[in-house]
């Protein structure tokens, strides 16, 4: 715990310490990370999970910089076109390359997928840490709203929020964010609860250490493992949840798209054999939800590594 109290090591506090290794508390936090990093290594899916992440960032941004398609005109004269050499995945019923299609429906879909997680594990974080170290009635209050909005089922208040604003990209960050940060919260304040009795928390107390201080020096970097495990989640919702909105009409307007969007409008021609409408955008939905929930486990598990070594 010397290290939390921002003491060195040979200080008159106890000295090196039986537990401090040669090289001290900076060798200790290495190894720390480092073991970390070798038991998510060591988890295939992980692995596997990273790897289709990265796959479909540089099919999503990097891709169209390669493979160039017309996105904005559309062109019937090729519509519902098979696939072939000249469009590898087809054309959709206005005459778009689908390949075109998903790399720009993936942009939008990521974007908001990281843009809203971003928002709800920083609202959550804040709105949890804050109440779980204030304590009593103030906790009370704050995680009472918390409950009461959890008691509006997220598909309801998703539709309702998405049926009020404008269905841009900004709006529907904005709307997804407002809607996921109740998880993150609840999460944040239960390990608040934990770590605000730890001995170096008390410490910085009795030393006369602020909650401000407290808070951004010690709760929150000490929830880091909770934090990032809930944000990989976040962005794996935050695709579905934009999938389901298109789904139900509520997505970006034409010639925007997203992997929802596309997905929807290939269901009207499924009894009509065109196949290359509708696999290729949920196979990728699939594949980046899974992905970023292997990682999300993944992190979940080596980074007990840093909770049992604290």
Request: no cysteine; charged share 15%.
């Amino acid at each position: 715990m010397i290290d939390e109290l921002g003491l060195s090591p040979g200080s008159s506090r106890g000295g090196a310490g039986e537990g401090t290794p040669e090289g001290g508390e900076a060798y200790r936090s290495t190894s720390m990370w480092r073991s970390i990093l070798m038991v998510f290594v060591e988890n295939r899916m992980a692995t596997v999970g990273v790897g289709l992440i990265l796959f479909m960032v540089l099919f999503s941004f990097v891709g169209p910089l390669i493979y160039h398609t017309q996105q904005v005109l559309n062109n019937p004269l090729i519509a519902d076109e098979a696939p072939s050499l000249a469009h590898p995945l087809g054309t959709d019923q206005v005459g778009y390359d689908v390949v075109g299609r998903l790399m720009l429906g993936g942009q939008s879909s990521l974007e908001i997928g990281f843009a809203a997680a971003f928002i709800a594990v920083g609202i959550g974080v804040v709105w949890g840490a804050i109440a779980g170290l204030a304590g009593g009635p103030i906790d009370a209050f704050m995680m009472r709203i918390v409950d009461a909005f959890l008691a509006i089922p997220y598909l309801f208040a998703l539709i309702l929020l998405g049926s009020i604003f404008s269905t841009s990209i900004p709006e529907l960050i904005l709307v997804i964010g407002l809607v996921a940060w109740l998880v993150p919260a609840r999460l944040v304040r239960g390990e608040t609860l934990t770590l605000r009795v730890r001995e170096y928390v008390q410490a910085v107390q009795v030393m006369g250490g602020g909650k401000r201080r407290i808070l951004i020096r010690h709760i929150i970097p000490n929830a880091v493992g909770v934090i990032v495990v809930n944000a990989t989640f976040q962005v794996a919702d935050a695709i579905v949840f934009v999938a389901v909105l298109s789904y139900l009409g509520l997505g970006v307007p034409p010639p925007a798209t997203n992997w929802g969007g596309q997905l929807s409008s290939g269901l009207n021609f499924f009894f009509d054999g065109y196949w290359w409408l509708i696999y290729p955008a949920g196979f990728a939905i699939v594949l980046t939800v899974v992905a970023f929930n292997f990682v999300g486990d993944a992190l979940r598990d080596s980074l007990e590594v840093r909770r049992y070594r604290r």
